[in-house]
Nanobody, 124 residues
Framework: QVQLVESGGGSVQTGGSLRLSCEAS????????MGWFRQYSGRKEREGVA????????LYVDSVKGRFTISKDNAKNTLYLQMNSLKPEDTAMYYC?????????????????WGQGTQVTVSS
């Protein structure tokens, strides 16, 4: 069973920065897709924010391009999301997730293992 533990969320003002971390119980140096998703309060669906696909390429949702950066430290089996120039619309619960091989999408249904989430709140 894959375990994922997120940390680093918090409350910041508009324009601030946060770095999320996700410690994984499996190697992050693999052909599995993995990345960050968010879920807005009161909404059921999750949005793929930034992921590594099975070729190690990064995929971002348009609304965060140029502001968020996904990275990983394979020696620590840890995934990161650096979030800069935060906006109130970035307020959400952020989740780390891992999918399978041959995965080239931000679509949440292709991701099978999920962490418990960490809350990010951006005030204006």
């Amino acid at each position: 069973q894959v375990q994922l533990v997120e940390s680093g969320g918090g409350s910041v003002q508009t324009g601030g920065s946060l770095r999320l971390s996700c410690e994984a119980s499996v190697s992050t140096e693999s052909d599995k897709c993995m990345g960050w998703f968010r879920q807005y309060s009161g909404r059921k669906e999750r949005e793929g924010v930034a992921v590594f696909d099975s070729d190690g390429m990064t995929l971002y949702v348009d609304s965060v391009k140029g502001r968020f950066t996904i990275s990983k430290d394979n020696a620590k089996n840890t995934l990161y999301l650096q979030m800069n120039s935060l906006k109130p619309e970035d307020t959400a619960m952020y989740y780390c997730a891992v999918g399978g091989p041959n995965c080239y999408t931000r679509w949440p249904d292709e991701y099978f293992y999920w962490g418990q989430g960490t809350q990010v709140t951006v005030s204006s």
